[in-house]
């Protein structure tokens, strides 16, 4: 299955990127955030120290923790050993194997029957370096999941929850509310971490609720040189028109036909356009070279 993103890591980083949360009432609301989960499966990013651990070790039916720090894992091992519903994974998130967390067991899959996975539900305070990468690999597998809440940057919250026709709207956040309803949860100060970070955090909570169908995308068109990657042209460079960022790809008649059935101006820039809109484009220029 193609990937929204490609996982390669920036050359130089910092150490693992993670400021650990250290504030207990901020650590209640986030999990109070992803309401009731005693039914749910939740899987946990960078559960670091366990602040926000050892409260969901009481309230998930299931919790996966998926920490990269060798020693931080080990020790979340040794003090969740006694609860039966933890499991602590040693693992980038970023090359984890979703679908063998999530999808259908080998051996138990009954042919004929589709498989339904129950959602799960996602939390993190995830490192700032990777934030992007994350999110949309996860948004990427938004089929096993239901929410997530998530603490970022805070210019990255708004750039994820940016409305068409802001400054800070792009391909991030066109891609986000393709697949979930953004909501801005609350801002943290730097004092809630430690070490403290030189910003300000937001929690989001991302409730999933694709788009697709609504906007005539279907999975093939979304996934296989699809709408992501029409997205990911549209806004390949921020200063330049809508027309000369996809002029590269399309031939210069059809796209202008492309542009007039869908009614959008070739001046226009992508952060202008809504998701319907861009929709439009998309399935004007692909019915175009379809021949329909």
Do not use: C
């Amino acid at each position: 299955m193609p990937k929204v993103v490609s996982t390669r890591r920036p050359q130089h980083k910092p150490k693992l990127g993670q400021h650990f949360l250290a504030d207990d009432s901020f650590a209640l609301q986030i999990v109070d955030a992803l309401g009731d989960v005693s039914q749910n499966t939740v899987l946990e990013i960078g559960p670091g120290r366990g602040v926000l651990t050892s409260l969901l070790a009481k309230r998930a039916q299931r919790l996966i923790a998926v920490e990269l720090d060798r020693v931080l894992a080990a020790q979340l091992r040794l003090r969740f050993g006694m609860f039966s519903n933890v499991e602590v994974i040693e693992a980038d998130i970023l090359s984890v194997d979703i679908d063998s967390l999530f999808g259908p067991k080998p051996g138990l899959r009954r042919p004929g029957i589709e498989f339904k996975p129950t959602p799960a539900k996602v939390v993190g305070n995830l490192p700032y370096y990777i934030t992007s990468d994350i999110l949309l690999r996860l948004l990427d597998y938004s089929k096993y999941f239901e929410t997530l809440v998530i603490l970022v940057q805070r210019e990255v919250a708004d750039r994820i929850a940016a409305k068409p026709g802001s400054s800070d709207y792009g391909l991030l956040s066109a891609t986000a509310q393709l697949y979930a309803r953004v909501e801005k949860l609350f801002t943290l100060p730097p004092g809630a971490f430690s070490p403290p970070p030189k910003v300000h955090s937001t929690a989001l909570r991302l409730t999933i609720a694709p788009r697709q169908q609504e906007l005539g995308l279907n999975s093939h068109a979304l996934t296989n040189n699809g709408f992501i990657d029409f997205l990911r042209l549209s806004f390949g460079q921020k200063r330049k028109t809508l027309w000369n960022n996809l002029k590269s790809n399309y031939a210069e008649p059809e796209l202008r036909a492309a542009m007039i059935k869908a009614k959008v101006k070739p001046t226009a820039r992508a952060e202008v356009l809504t998701l319907e809109q861009s929709a439009a484009l998309f399935r004007a220029l692909r019915n175009a070279r379809d021949g329909s």
